[in-house]
């Protein structure tokens, strides 16, 4: 007869079977994925979701974009073919010649040209680097992949800046969009590659913010490297991130947040000294050239100075510009005039205004001030030397900036005071930022006042089409570049940006060249090269300046006897080495 288990035998076997150990190979597998867990989270929580959120965004805003990734540059043919230039020369300078990108004789030859005051947002060349080495990128996609990230990263950094302000999630995600979505990046965003790459600006006052707070050596090498990851963009940016860094450090000063201690001295030595040498030589370089070769082709600071009503007023970059045209037909290039804040972004900062103006509000916190000043004084930068309205500009009154253009004579040489508003919005942002942080979306009220504020933002801020600018060259550019090595003066092309495109794919020298600021002793020598095209001496540019090929529309042929080595109904190229001359 069987002998039943008993329940106690049962659960000794149960027991017995729970011990059994799990199978090494799952065991460390297992053990991995939970220590992982929570940094995939902080990743998805902090940066996945907002960076998708940015991204979905930009390609609603600019569907036309998203099925063109490789098709077209989201560029115009002005300067934006300067910014595809760029990245192309920086990839070429270090990859194909190992020589310094900050100097060329592929531009004005055969003397070169320093690239010191060019436009470079070198970091954009960088990064194009491995995406075209490793990855395979065209130059197109390359360039592409430039302003989405700015895009995106640019709404990334400023959502982490407001969350570390505010802390509440989804008004940083709405303060990161108002900052990348603003119109003055969609405005810039038609060429302007150097000033939609603003994305480390935010960075860099988190790190500077948390080196301030935390007085540790760690932030003070981060600080470091965000401001030198902004002057690889633009060196205005650069500018104004000294001084809000310089600023926020003597407002902590002055509230007694910090006091000057050995610690402190030391932390921000070591800012200081590694700030210096990242940034110093460019900077110093920069310096010397204004200093002993002054720079041509400055702006006029006036004509580009900030229409007050500009910021509450859509300008030419919103998708519904011609409701507004009454006002923006009395500016020009509305690249640079467009800097509307927002309804809403402005109907909450009257609301703080009022509370902390009007009602005395003592709740809203201290440090708050430290904004409503650089609101206040960068939007006094802005309106320039002299205060302009519609397209009048009154010179008896003059304004903050005259006098910043003499402490800083090196500002002369950009004549763009309307820029300074980026950091009036920022300024903004934060104090908008401060007060929809109040709202308690917990309740119905909150959820409608935010569904609405974010509602009318969107209209605000919907952009215009950017441009799709066709990445084809002319015919004649294919057979200059299968023409034997040789400068070339290209006037076959129909402008100074697209003879910078041109370059791109022939991968000649070229006399002359449209760069953003000429040093005048560059000037003066291009001057003798302009001046024997000019007198007809054509021919004498392969003797005296080693120039080989000369391109000319059909229509106005050289009168001279040199060789024609092609020709089509639009382009003649000449061969000036088999000149009689040459």
């Not at 360039?143 to 940083?172: C, D, E, I, P």
């Not at 082709?297 to 229409?307: E, I, P, R």
């Not at 763009?416 to 934060?430: D, E, G, H, K, Q």
Request: a positive charge; one cysteine or more.
């Amino acid at each position: 007869m069987t002998k039943k288990k008993t329940p106690s035998a049962a659960r000794k076997k149960s027991t017995s079977e729970k011990k059994t150990p799990v199978t090494s190979s799952s065991s460390p597998l297992k053990q991995m994925s939970e220590r992982a867990k929570p940094y995939l989270t902080l990743f998805a929580r902090w940066f996945l979701a907002p960076a998708l959120l940015y991204l979905v965004l930009f390609f609603m805003m600019q569907p036309e974009y998203f099925l063109n990734f490789s098709q077209g540059f989201y560029l115009d043919d002005g300067d934006g073919f300067q910014n595809v230039w760029n990245i192309w020369w920086v990839d070429r300078a270090l990859t194909d010649q190992a020589t310094n990108p900050f100097f060329t004789n592929m531009l004005h030859w055969p003397h070169g040209i320093s690239l010191v005051p060019q436009t470079m947002n070198i970091i954009n060349g960088l990064i194009a680097i491995p995406l075209m080495h490793l990855f395979n990128f065209s130059l197109v996609e390359a360039v592409n992949f430039a302003v989405v990230f700015a895009f995106v990263f640019g709404g990334v950094t400023m959502f982490w800046f407001v969350q570390k302000l505010h802390r509440t999630y989804w008004v940083s995600l709405v303060a990161g969009a108002l900052f990348t979505f603003s119109s003055y990046h969609f405005a810039h965003a038609q060429g302007h590659l150097q000033l939609v790459s603003f994305q480390f600006i935010p960075l860099f006052l988190l790190a500077f913010w948390t080196l301030v707070e935390k007085m540790r050596y760690r932030y003070a090498v981060l600080a470091a490297g965000s401001l030198f990851l902004v002057l690889l963009c633009d060196y205005y940016y650069l500018f104004w991130c000294v001084i809000l860094g310089g600023l926020w450090f003597l407002w902590n000063l002055y509230t007694k947040k910090i006091r000057i201690t050995p610690q402190v001295l030391k932390v921000m030595g070591v800012f200081a000294v590694l700030a210096g040498a990242l940034v110093g030589p460019l900077i110093l370089a920069l310096v010397n050239l204004t200093k002993h070769d002054p720079l041509m082709g400055s702006h006029d600071a006036t004509q580009f100075s900030l229409n007050p009503l500009s910021v509450f007023i859509p300008g030419g970059s919103w998708n519904w510009h011609g409701l507004t045209s009454w006002y923006t037909s009395h500016l020009e290039f509305f690249a640079e005039t467009s800097v509307f804040f927002g309804f809403g972004l402005l109907a909450v900062l009257a609301v703080a205004l009022f509370k902390k103006f009007v009602k005395k509000d003592a709740t809203m916190p201290r440090w708050l001030n430290f904004w409503w000043i650089i609101l206040i004084a960068f939007g006094a930068l802005a309106l320039g030397p002299h205060l302009r309205m519609f397209s009048h500009t009154l010179e008896q009154v003059p304004l903050p900036y005259a006098l910043l253009e003499v402490v800083f004579p090196t500002l002369q040489i950009s004549g763009m005071p309307i820029r300074w508003i980026l950091i009036a919005l920022i300024a903004a942002i934060i104090i908008g930022s401060y007060m929809l942080s109040k709202i308690d979306i917990t309740k119905r009220n909150g959820r409608i006042i935010a569904a609405v504020f974010i509602v009318v933002s969107c209209i605000d801020l919907w952009p215009r089409a950017l441009p799709l600018t066709s990445p084809g060259f002319q015919t004649y550019v294919s057979a200059l570049k299968q023409l034997p090595y040789g400068a070339v003066v290209d006037n076959g092309a129909l402008s100074g940006t697209e003879q910078l495109y041109n370059q791109t794919l022939h991968e000649k020298p070229l006399a002359f060249g449209y760069v953003t600021r000429t040093p005048k002793s560059v000037e003066e020598k291009d001057f003798h090269i302009f001046a024997a095209i000019e007198q007809g001496r054509i021919t004498s540019l392969c003797k005296d300046y080693k120039i080989r090929y000369f391109t000319t529309p059909s229509l106005r042929p050289l009168k001279e006897a040199v060789p024609i080595v092609y020709s089509d109904k639009n382009t003649l190229i000449y061969d000036l080495k088999n000149s009689p001359e040459c």
